[in-house]
DNA sequence: CCCGTACTACGATGCCTATCGTACGAGCTG
DNA sequence: CAGCTCGTACGATAGGCATCGTAGTACGGG
């Protein structure tokens, strides 16, 4: 093979396509901005089985997939598991400054929450 | 009467109430999103008969109850307006700098989009 | 007191979506 | 090859939501 191990090809957004509304939408969702907390915080990309999320697996798999559409992750197949990781300088380029002010305010609701 | 003309009093979230996945989903509509920029861009408040949405009557109102419910305006009537202002210092206070990011980056994405 | 303006309430409609379970495919490992 | 793990596809379901039209309420002005 010429290629390393593509397998089978996941559809991302370019850069271009990327809407704001769409990126909202989907960090508008508990689980969606949980996992985009976890990928964040990691410096590395991520499986899909790291994330203990308290829904099933057919769930997880609609989230995730929501997250590439949006064009907030990129996913590619690593054998049998699915590599997830911030499309950070897309986002950046599109939205200077929008994903860190997100996260920030992500963790200082959490924060808040869990101490009241 | 002692109160100024508070008419019917309308409900809405307190700061602590406010919660980020609220204030995302609710500007994940392009109708919403289109009414924040402009009480942002205007320095006072805006009575909803003055945007000019491409929907209903009724779905104006529909769109002003979630961005209030939300927590992201507060409404009040004057007569028979009903006058929108952004909740800025609550916004401010619960998560610094995002609504600027957010703002920036609405205003980039119309750039982007209107010249192509 | 009547009318016009501004907004609302309500019901309907059609679409989107978060969730699940089950059955399946793709790739490693023995 | 056999089996395991990881993730997908599909169908179902229930709830949410953006939209509309119509009918109605609240308020200010003549």
Redesign the interface.
Known sequence: MTTPTPSRALDHPPRDAI????V??A????MR?RIVRSLAAAEEELSCSLFDLPVSKSTTTHHFRVLRESGVINQCYRGTAKLNGLRRDDLDA?????L???L???A??AD?LREG
Request: aromatic share 4%; proline share 8%.
């Open positions: 809407r704001l509304e769409g909202l939408h960090l508008s969702d508990p901005l599109l939205f200077p400054g929008l860190d002010s997100l920030r305010a992500a200082l609701q808040r």
